[in-house]
């Protein structure tokens, strides 16, 4: 080992623990901000727990509403984590070791948020253990023809694949963190790391497990999300029995999941302290990302329309996309198609993609419109079904709002709180890769 | 006098003797549950009380003048559903969405628990039945002592016990017959009025309309509330059910479209007032010589006085073409019989005597008369009051010349138009004696309340019309300290200076001693049994036989001369519009209108609950810059409400349309005339600025070409089904049963009945104002009504009851994680409540949208609570629910048929629904047994299954409505 590779380890060490340091003000008010969002919306849920879900806006014939659309919404952050960590390392693409380890904990973060929703939007959430398959006295299974109990299968599932993807990444740094570490981060750390020691064998055994890792996680990142299409795709309803949903959903969901990554990168690299380890470049080519998946995202928004609008008239379907397009919920349409359609193809602009501001502020416009784009699917196309004598326009209450602002302030809350335990970059890959660009230098020189 | 606890024990025994009649055909005792002074259980109970088995009671509704049979079913000694009683001359087993909402009336929580008096400080403090019948007594000996007319009487119709002891009271009591004042504002009178003047014929006609091949409506909304709808309903199913040229054809004439009308295969959309003038012109087409169309001779004699009458006068009054009026003419000259009915309150204004006339003449030209429309066949025992009468009452009241007004079941301040100032009149009553059975705004004024008790507690008849009486029995034990109003006049009558003469002063004993002149006139002779005649009246639940032949009346052709003259030309400022007031066959004449049912059953042809509201037509709408739920200022000389907008396209562009109820009411003159004016009168109508969320059920009204509700004409006489050959997957099979049901809407007329039962049978709760104007109404079906196919297109209304299909290929089932719906081997997709966690997929999956959810707990405030179906569960918040095709019945109904070894038999179950449903529209049976009623409907060249593209093979079958527009 020569002595820049070990000041360059010194240094990326000591940058990462760095973030772990004493919070200053700015964290603490950033966390209370955070943490109130998340309690204000957890006394509104109390309300509906107490007298029941009329204080949501919803009613015949739309039966789901923004609680609906909030799951859907954090499942889809939840897929660029696994996105950027397994695909991308199987494709051995470099710029994902400074960005994976937050995208990891945003996608454990976010599926932790995900999961909440369509168990508060229950009318008795207090019996959701029912839609686990376990041995109990009624005798009964849970009904596998529905596409709710896959959801609860594909949710779960993620949850557990991408909290260990995520721990097991973590196992190395939470060793080199332990050495100087006291009280009870030395403790944490210690269960952390798994006994993490450095040897060889381990790192032999460690690779070839993350490698795997990596493999079984992949298929997730498609099937998952297209598990969650199915909650749609399978009804017979008017705008939601399309077969284009499962690969338009995933699209959608790393389109949604980049932009969030991007959104969270920008202000933790500069808050922590980051900018030698994360780098622009490893930003922009994400925003390439963003790019490539807007523009399927794109693609399907067009073919579903086009296809719809084939209908005959009077064909409900195609009503339905008028309606979209036309009616009350225009303005959620437009929206959208601005958001993720335009937005993702500013990028193209390397100036506008190498801005911060502007990038920044797509990326946000991206993630509003991927709540947008669930919410016109999950709502326009149940208020305007095939009895028009029942069409209604669903409000959401304020309640529901407080709910889906909440669901931020949780997410923040756990993020902000796992920012300070965990490592946010991975300091055993980014050791890896400057011992990589040493011997590259040695090479060279020598 | 007899000691109270006897008379108590003479009821009780009355009910061991009587028993019960009708399905569970057992005579027994009831433990009325109220009856519990001295609570003893029963050592040995009485063999046929079964505990969990229903006892049914037949007695008589009392809700409108109609005077349905009712079948009560009891559980355990409690009321818990009315139906109609199927040997009931009147109903046949129907009762209408009033009829059945009655026992709300009864369970009401605001009912008065016991007589009150008011106090110095002017509230209510109770006393005892003692002290307010002597209070009583002392007043009216007091009030009599100083000349006639100081005590008088406002009843409803009483054609009954009950009015005979109210007019011996009112003798002995020292009154003038004319003291005693019947308020029943919406009856026809200018029809009787014409009766009379034309015929000589006492009363008001009786129709058949069966045997009608026209029916011609100027604005009587003979569906709704005119007469007697439930009857009318089925007639006109049983007319419609000719085929070819026999098939009654009927023509509604008005400036609004009414639910009637939206029966009508024709509507003559005559300006306001405009409907004499039909009438006219129709009698000018008919009597024209140049047209000869055979009339009867005894009009003939008028030919020359309606031959001067100029047509385009007349269209000009009518506000429609000639032409039309001419084509109707010549049809009713072709097909015969026909009958023509009005007026209604929609066509109640100044010239309704005219129009009654007019229709008369009609009806004697085109012989219907004896055929159709039969005269004579009138109850003579009661005569609703002119307008003039009960002016005449209460000017006396406001002139301080009425010492004792006795209020029995009519709500003058409540029902009355605010310009007869009855608020003011009653304030000048020193005594005001209510027997009402709950507040209004007459016992606000009361000084002395003595409820009666409910129908459901009382003994009376009803005569209804000649032939016709049907019996009023208690179904249990009065719920609160109350007393039946003709016992009290009876007890206090015996306490006047000159007491009346009554055989009894116990209801029972009263209704006996009438009971000898009903066997007489039902079985021509007198009884040798009396007590085992009447015994098995009132198990049958009436004294009925056919009515005894009358001389057909012969036309008066010079008492018919002044009615022959040209409608006066419509007055008014052009800025104006034609204010009609409409009574709804939900609300009624405005009596009925708190109670929870027909507050929170959506109106069919607005859809509105909860609310009253003013039709606009979209042009008007446009004009005045409105929109639904806008609130509009509507002013008259007497009055100005404020009402939020519905645009309804069934309304004349000059013309707006409001329900009865307080603005309405408050809109109306009082003018000095024989019959009440509810039409006739311009209003100034304009937008506040202001906005409510008004309750309204529907989405689109439109059909947006999606053939939603087909029709079949004699050119295509099917409509166009799908080809589902195809199959993927294989479907459930249903070995034993499969339980189908089929909707003939060529006879629905929306009339809502179906809708009140469900509620009563299946625990529906009533959710209130604020839940439908969320769109939260929780009922299992509703009638959902189509105006046309896109806005601005033709009008042409469809209706289509919509409750759970019970589909074979049911999209909610596969989508419920917790198999709360699931299949049932009986074709049936069940709901598990206790299985259901609300994730709501089925509803979001239900191309019908039937599945309600329980967004909060339901309310059943004491003691409505109850009414409740002991057979059905009451939900909780958080679950799904919807239409389970009265499964408990189902279950009633096999049970049955096992316990007596036998399959079950093709129409002995019948759900609630089909049940009540006056048209007899909806069939339920076994879609397995080919020979079903249900099976031959399914393979009825009109059938269609609703949405049946989306292949979830519903178990309903509609039968689309025939339509003959065009057509003559």
């Known amino acids: 080992m020569t002595t820049s590779t070990g000041e360059a380890f010194r240094s990326i060490e000591e940058t990462v623990r760095a973030t772990h340091g004493r919070p200053g003000p700015a964290y603490w008010i950033g966390l209370a901000i955070a943490g109130s969002v998340a309690a204000f919306g957890a006394w509104s849920y109390s309300l509906i727990v107490r007298t029941g879900l009329h204080w949501t806006g919803l009613e015949r014939p739309g039966m789901w509403g923004n609680l609906i659309t909030d799951f859907v919404f954090w499942v889809g952050i939840a897929h660029s984590g696994t996105l950027i960590s397994a695909i991308l390392f199987l494709f051995r693409a470099r710029f994902r070791t400074a960005v994976y380890r937050i995208a990891e904990m945003m996608t454990v973060f976010a599926v932790l948020t995900a999961g909440l929703y369509p168990i508060l939007h229950l009318g008795r959430p207090w019996f959701a253990h029912w839609l686990f398959p376990y041995p109990n006295q009624r005798g009964l299974w849970p009904n596998f023809r ?17 909290t260990v993807f995520l721990l097991v990444g973590v196992a190395p740094d939470a060793a080199a963190l332990r050495a100087r570490a006291t009280g009870w981060r030395r403790r944490l750390y210690g269960v952390l790391a798994f006994g993490w020691k450095g040897t060889d064998e381990q790192w032999r055994h460690y690779t070839r497990a993350y490698l795997f890792f990596a493999a079984f996680a992949t298929p997730l990142v498609v099937s998952v999300h297209s598990v969650v299409s199915w909650d749609f795709a399978v009804s017979i309803l008017p705008g939601w029995h399309s077969t284009l949903f499962p690969p338009y959903f995933v699209a959608g969901a790393i389109l949604s999941g980049v932009a969030m990554v991007i959104t969270i990168l920008i202000p933790v690299r500069r808050a922590f302290r980051l900018e030698t380890l994360i780098e622009l470049r490893h930003i922009d080519m994400l925003a390439r990302l963003v790019i490539l998946t807007g523009l399927i995202v794109t693609y399907s928004y067009a073919t579903e329309i086009l296809l719809a609008l084939q209908g005959p008239a009077g064909d409900p379907e195609r009503s339905t996309f008028l309606y979209r397009m036309t009616g009350p919920y225009a303005f959620v349409f437009w929206t959208m198609v601005a958001c993720n359609c335009v937005g993702p193809a500013l990028l193209l602009w390397n100036r506008v993609r190498r801005s911060t501001p502007l990038l920044m502020g797509i990326c946000i416009a ?13 709502v326009s196309s149940l208020s305007h079904d095939r009895l028009p004598f029942d069409w209604r326009i669903y409000v959401p209450t304020w309640v529901e709002w407080a709910m889906t602002v909440g669901a931020f302030g949780w997410f923040f809350t756990l993020f902000m709180i796992g920012m300070k335990i965990l490592p946010p970059v991975s300091i055993a890959e980014l050791k890896e890769e400057a011992a990589h660009a040493s011997h590259e230098g040695a090479a060279h020189a020598g | ?188 009178a200018p029809l009787r009025i014409a009766a009379r003047a034309l015929l000589g014929a006492d009363g008001l006609p009786v129709f058949d309309l069966a045997e009608a091949r026209s029916i011609v409506a100027f604005g009587a909304d003979f569906l709704e509330t005119w007469r007697s709808p439930v009857e009318g309903a089925r007639q006109l199913a049983a007319g419609r059910g ?193 027997f009402a059975l709950r507040p209004d705004p007459t016992t606000a004024l009361g000084h002395l ?48 200076p000159t007491p009346a003469a009554f055989p009894s002063t116990d209801p029972f004993d009263l209704l006996l001693a009438r009971a000898a002149d009903h066997a007489r006139a039902a079985l021509g002779t007198a009884p040798a049994d009396l007590a085992t005649v009447h015994r098995d009246a009132l198990q049958r639940g009436g004294h009925w036989s056919a009515p005894p032949p009358s001389r057909p009346p012969r036309l008066d052709a010079h008492a018919a001369e002044p009615f022959l003259a040209l409608p006066a030309p419509a007055g008014g400022m052009p800025s104006e519009l034609d204010l009609v007031v409409f009574p709804t066959a939900l609300r009624g004449d405005g009596r009925g209108a708190d109670l929870p049912w027909l507050r929170e059953v959506p109106d069919t042809l607005s859809s509105v609950s909860w609310s009253p509201w003013l039709e606009v037509s979209p042009a008007t709408a446009k004009r005045l810059g409105v929109a639904t739920g806008e609130l509009v200022a509507v002013s008259t000389p007497a009055g100005r409400a404020e009402v939020p907008a519905y645009v309804f396209p069934g309304i004349r562009d000059d013309a707006v349309g409001l329900p009865i109820g307080p603005e309405a009411l408050a809109l109306l003159p009082a003018e000095s005339a024989p019959t009440f004016r509810w039409s006739g009168v311009r209003a100034t109508v304009a937008r506040t ?135 049932t081997p009986e074709g049936l997709n069940a709901q598990i409540y206790n299985r259901c966690v609300g994730t709501r997929y089925c509803s979001n999956n239900c191309p019908y949208k039937v599945r309600t959810f329980n967004w909060r707990d339901a309310q059943f405030e004491r003691p409505l609570d109850m009414q409740l179906n002991p057979d059905v569960t009451v939900r909780s918040r958080g679950v799904m629910e919807k239409c389970t095709f009265c499964i408990q019945r189902i279950r009633h109904g096999e049970n049955e048929a096992r316990d007596e070894g036998r399959p079950v038999r093709d129409g002995e179950i019948v759900p609630a629904c089909a049940q009540t449903c006056p048209a007899q529209a909806i069939v339920f049976g076994d879609a397995k047994d080919p020979d079903s009623r249900v099976s031959r409907l399914a393979r009825d060249g009109r059938a269609f299954r609703a949405l049946e593209e989306t292949n979830a093979q519903p178990a309903i079958t509609y039968l689309a409505g025939v339509r003959q527009r065009g057509e003559t």
């Not at chain 2, 001419?326 to 072709?334: K, M, V």
């Open chain 1, 146 to 162: 529905s596409p709710l109990i896959w959801d609860v299968f594909a949710v779960s599932t993620y949850l557990i694949v991408s």
């Open chain 1, 366 to 378: 991206v993630n509003v419109g991927m709540w947008l784009e669930r919410f016109n699917i999950v």
């Open chain 2, 1 to 188: 006098m007899r000691d109270p606890s006897e008379r108590r024990v003479g009821r009780r025994t009355f009910f061991r003797i009587t028993g019960a009649a009708g399905a569970a055909g057992v005579a027994a005792g009831c433990s009325p549950q109220a009856a519990t002074e001295r609570l003893v259980p029963w050592i040995v109970p009485p063999e046929d009380v079964v505990p969990g088995q229903p006892l049914y009671y037949r007695t008589a509704c009392r809700e409108c003048s109609a005077g349905c049979g009712v079948t009560a079913r009891t559980r355990e000694g409690r009321a818990t559903k009315l139906e109609g009683n199927p040997e009931d001359p009147i109903g046949r087993g129907a009762l209408c969405a009033r009829g059945q909402a009655a026992i709300q009336g009864l369970y009401h929580p605001e009912r008065f628990r016991g007589p009150l008096r008011r106090g110095p400080g002017g509230a209510l403090a109770p006393l005892s039945w003692d002290e307010a019948e002597d209070a009583l007594a002392q007043s009216v000996a007091a009030a009599g002592a100083k000349g006639p007319g100081r005590v008088r009487l406002l009843t409803r119709l009483e054609p009954g016990a009950t009015g005979a002891v109210q007019r011996a009271f009112m003798k002995a009591a020292g009154a003038r017959p004319r003291d005693r004042v019947v308020l029943e504002p919406f009856d026809p």
């Open chain 2, 242 to 434: 000719r085929l070819g040229e026999d098939r009654t054809r009927v023509t509604w004439v008005g400036p609004r479209l009414s639910l009637t009308g939206v029966s009508a295969d024709r509507w003559v959309r005559c300006r306001s007032g405009g409907e004499g003038a039909v009438a006219l012109g129709l009698l000018r087409v008919l009597l024209d010589p140049a047209r000869s169309v055979a009339v009867a001779a005894e009009v003939a004699p008028l030919s020359p006085r309606v031959a001067r009458l100029d047509p385009r006068d007349l269209a000009d009054r009518a506000g429609v073409p000639w032409e039309e009026i001419e084509r109707l003419a010549l049809e009713l000259g072709r097909r015969r019989p026909s009958a023509l009915l009005g007026p209604g309150a929609q066509s109640q204004g100044a010239g309704a005597v005219q129009l009654a006339a007019v229709a008369t003449i009609l009806d004697v030209a085109l012989g219907n008369v004896g055929r159709t429309v039969f005269h004579g066949r009138d109850q003579r025992e009661d005569v609703p009051s002119s307008a003039d009468e009960v002016g005449a009452l209460l000017a006396a009241a406001a002139a301080g010349e009425v010492d004792v007004l006795l209020v029995h079941h009519a709500d003058p301040v409540g029902t009355l138009p605010a310009s007869f100032h009855a608020r003011e009149a009653l304030a000048k009553v020193p005594l005001v004696v209510s």
């Open chain 2, 449 to 496: 309340v003595l409820p009666d008790n409910h129908a459901l507690e009382s003994f009376d008849d009803v005569a209804v019309r000649a032939g016709v009486v049907n019996l009023v029995q208690p179904v249990m034990t009065p719920l609160a300290d109350t007393r039946q109003a003709a016992q009290v006049l009876a007890e206090v009558g015996t306490r006047l």
């Open chain 2, 689 to 823: 600025g202001g906005r409510t969320r008004l309750p309204v059920l529907e989405g689109s009204p439109y059909q947006h070409g999606r053939e939603l509700v087909p029709v079949v004409s004699a050119a295509a006489p099917s409509p166009h089904r799908p080809d589902l050959s195809a199959k993927m997957y294989p479907e459930p099979t249903h070995p034993q049963h499969r339980w189908a049901m089929a909707i003939d809407l060529d006879r629905c007329t929306g009339c809502q009945a179906c809708m009140v039962a469900c509620h009563a049978e299946n625990n529906v709760p009533v959710m209130g104002a604020q839940a439908a104007t969320e769109g939260r109404y929780m009922g299992w079906i509703r009638v959902e009504r189509y105006l046309g196919e896109a806005p601005g297109a033709d009008l042409d209304v469809r209706l289509l009851p919509m409750l759970c299909q019970q589909c074979t290929n049911a999209p909610c089932e596969p989508v419920c994680p917790v198999y709360a719906t699931y299949h």
